[in-house]
């Protein structure tokens, strides 16, 4: 059963705790994606990745670190240094780095922050 | 000139009836205008694209119309069912090397 798992579905993590959140991906797709979608906001970029050990900043990079040590799992760290942190963590791959191609979207982790 | 400008923010529709959600852009470059639909608790899924060599493209009861003169592209769910409650995004791209923009959503909820 292709696609993407994301995990946990809830996490609640103390103000100050770094958390990682797990992705990954049996489609054999090149790229990955990680958004923060909240409410009334869309989803906005944290950070991508083309193809394997390589990864680029996205528009709210900052607070935010991620690894692509293999091509099926693209993990991202939500660090003490992001200011608000709670929200809905989408992870998705496309089969290129082209942007025009679908993305697959997980089924997400939302992140509460006490 | 970055931004896709999505309305309305939420939509209340009659089964049967006709949902319409509209966006707006400023980019000219932008040529690739997807939409995803996201049910609760999910994650996005694409329901149907369309580039701006054509005016329309239907796929079942799902039509995006284009207009490049106004800068607009809207959907289109004829005969909505309870089913297709959902929140849906309009999104935009400039060819194959550039990001995705995403508007910002419509929650639509259609009455049984």
């Known amino acids: 059963d292709g696609g993407i798992t994301q995990s946990p579905k809830y996490l609640f993590r103390k103000e100050g705790q770094n958390v990682t959140l797990s992705c990954e991906q049996n489609l054999n797709h090149d790229a990955m994606y990680w958004y923060r979608q909240d409410p009334g906001q869309g989803l906005r970029l944290i950070y991508y990745?083309?193809?394997?050990?390589?990864?680029q900043k996205g528009d709210i990079a900052e607070g935010y670190s991620v690894s692509r040590e293999k091509k099926e799992s693209f993990p991202l760290t939500v660090t003490s240094a992001q200011k608000n942190p709670t929200a809905f963590y989408l992870c998705?791959?496309?089969?290129?780095?082209?942007?025009?191609?679908?993305?697959?979207f997980g089924p997400g982790t939302r992140l509460t922050v006490l | 000139q970055q931004q896709v400008k999505q309305s309305p923010q939420s939509l209340i529709v009659q089964k049967g009836g006709i949902s319409i959600i509209n966006c707006a852009y400023e980019n000219t470059a932008f040529d690739y205008f997807p939409w995803y639909q996201q049910f609760p608790g999910k994650g996005p899924a694409l329901l149907i694209a369309?580039?701006?060599?054509?005016s329309e493209k239907k796929e079942g009861r799902f039509t995006i119309s284009f207009n490049k003169s106004a800068k607009q592209f809207s959907l289109h769910i004829m005969d909505s069912q309870p089913g297709d409650s959902a929140t849906y995004f309009c999104?935009?791209?400039?060819?194959?090397?550039?990001?995705?923009?995403f508007g910002k959503g419509t929650r639509l909820h259609i009455l049984p």
């Open positions: 990745s083309q193809i394997v050990n390589d990864f």
């Open positions: 369309i580039r701006p060599d054509v």
């Open positions: 999104a935009a791209s400039m060819g194959r090397d550039d990001k995705i923009i």
């Open positions: 998705a791959s496309s089969i290129t780095s082209g942007w025009g191609d679908e993305q697959f």
